[in-house]
Antibody, heavy 116, light 109 residues
Framework: EVQLVESGGGLVQPGGSLRLSCTAS????????MHWVRQAPGKGLVWVSR????????IYADSVKGRFTNSRDNAKNTLYLQMNSLSVEDTAVYYC?????????WGQGTLVTVSS | EIVLTQSPGTLSLSPGERATLSCRAS???????LGWYQQKPGQAPRLLIY???SRATGIPDRFSGSGSGTDFTLNISRLEPEDVAVYYC??????????FGQGTKLEIK
């Protein structure tokens, strides 16, 4: 069974940093592109970033470019999102999702709250 | 950047009725790059349709997708109370990035 489990969310002050993790199981992690998608409270889905299967290529939404880094450790079956210079607008549930095209599997999400 | 506009914003229908949800792209997109997701309250999104018209694994045939170019549709026949959710379309293309529509909220009367 494919499982994606996010962790690392929490409360952080504006300007601070946080690293999210997404641990994968039930499939060959190194074969798949992986994504981060976020959802602010009461709002819609917003795509954040994609990393390719070996971690050599990443793309980002303009809103996080230069502040967030998407990476992976295929030996640990784990995806990461390093988030720096956080602002209140980054408050959201962050989901990891698998997919070369459409995102066929999603984690349950981890909540990041940016507040003073 | 391609913008996806979904309509209506909210749809309120009775059990057994048919729901028609629209997703319009700001420019023509390939049908192979268009998907639909369902997000029930408090849950993660679930892929319903990929490639505009192919059902994902385990999705009942009450759900169907169609369209091409700039206009895409998700149809849900024989509505059930469990279909209450927000539905999102997505354009998934590597460059310049992946885009979601703003969502359509489906209510069951």
């Amino acid at each position: 069974e494919v499982q994606l489990v996010e962790s690392g969310g929490g409360l952080v002050q504006p300007g601070g940093s946080l690293r999210l993790s997404c641990t994968a199981s039930g499939f060959t992690f190194s074969n798949y592109w992986m994504h981060w998608v976020r959802q602010a409270p009461g709002k819609g889905l917003v795509w954040v970033s994609r990393v390719n299967s070996d971690g050599s290529s990443t793309i980002y939404a303009d809103s996080v470019k230069g502040r967030f880094t998407n990476s992976r450790d295929n030996a640990k079956n784990t995806l990461y999102l390093q988030m720096n210079s956080l602002s209140v607008e980054d408050t959201a549930v962050y989901y990891c999702a698998r997919g070369m095209g459409a995102n066929e599997y999603w984690g349950q999400g981890t909540l990041v709250t940016v507040s003073s | 950047e391609i913008v996806l506009t979904q309509s209506p914003g909210t749809l309120s229908l009775s059990p057994g009725e048919r729901a028609t949800l629209s997703c319009r792209a700001s420019q023509s997109v390939s049908s192979s790059d268009l998907g639909w997701y369902q997000q029930k309250p408090g849950q993660a999104p679930r892929l319903l349709i990929y490639g505009a018209s192919s059902r994902a694994t385990g999705i009942p045939d009450r759900f169907s997708g169609s369209g091409s170019g700039t206009d895409f549709t998700l149809n849900i026949s024989r509505l059930e109370p469990e279909d209450v959710a927000v539905y999102y379309c997505q354009h998934y293309v590597n460059s310049p990035g992946y885009t979601f529509g703003q969502g359509t909220k489906l209510e069951i009367k």
